[in-house]
Structure formats: structure tokens, C-alpha cells
Nanobody, 121 residues
Framework: QVQLVESGGGLVQAGGSLRVSCAAS????????MGWHRQAPGKQRELVAS???????NYADSVKGRFTISRDNAKNTVYLQMNSLKPEDTAVYYC???????????????WGKGTLVTVSS
């Protein structure tokens, strides 16, 4: 089995910084794209940032210049460094990853259970 576990969420004041992490574990052969999505109360889940195994990044316009996605392939972990946080960044942050399991030939998308980030004004 494969699972993704997020950590690092919490409460921060507007203008502050926070880093969330997501570690993948289990019978993993390789990981393709890893990313972060978020869902604010009453809103749809939206892509925040993604990072391919080749190093290509993609960011939502609302976080460009403030958030940075990175990964440690040796640890099967993806990070999201969030700076200059705003109250509108408040949401549950979910990580997802396209993972190829050992003995498989195709990747499957997995999701974590989410970590809450609250930005106070």
C-alpha cells in the first residue's frame, strides 16, 4: 500500500510564513508529479502548486512569488514553503502524488488527508 501524510499546518498571523510537508511511504517504485491543492470553507478544491520529477513547477496565480514547492526525492517528500501569508490562504492543504508502485508500470494518483492552515488577520 501507499500513503501520503501531511504535516506542518497550523495557525499563523497574516504576513507570516509556514512550511507544510508531505511524505509518501509504502511500496513505491518511483514518483512522478507531486503537488499541493487546497480547499477553503465553501469553496472548491484548487491547485496551489505542482512539481514534476524533472523539476518543472506550476503555481496558481494567487500564490506566485509567495509560495515555493520543492521535493526531496530520497525521502519521497514534497514541501510547500508559504511566505507573506494572507487570510485568504486559509484552507485545508492536501498533497497529491502520481506514484508508480513496485511491480507496476503505470502511476496512480494518491492523496493525503490534508492539513489545516489558518491565517489570522
Amino acid at each position: 500500500q501507499v500513503q501520503l501524510v501531511e504535516s506542518g499546518g497550523g495557525l499563523v498571523q497574516a504576513g507570516g510564513s509556514l512550511r507544510v510537508s508531505c511524505a509518501a511511504s509504502g511500496s513505491i517504485h518511483s514518483i512522478n508529479t507531486m503537488g499541493w491543492h487546497r480547499q477553503a470553507p465553501g469553496k472548491q478544491r484548487e491547485l496551489v502548486a505542482s512539481l514534476t520529477s524533472g523539476g518543472t513547477t506550476n503555481y496558481a496565480d494567487s500564490v506566485k512569488g509567495r509560495f515555493t514547492i520543492s521535493r526531496d526525492n530520497a525521502k519521497n517528500t514534497v514541501y510547500l514553503q508559504m511566505n507573506s501569508l494572507k487570510p485568504e490562504d486559509t484552507a485545508v492543504y492536501y498533497c497529491n502524488a502520481d506514484i508508480v508502485r513496485i511491480g507496476w508500470y503505470q502511476g496512480i494518483e494518491y492523496w493525503g488527508k490534508g492539513t489545516l492552515v489558518t491565517v489570522s488577520s
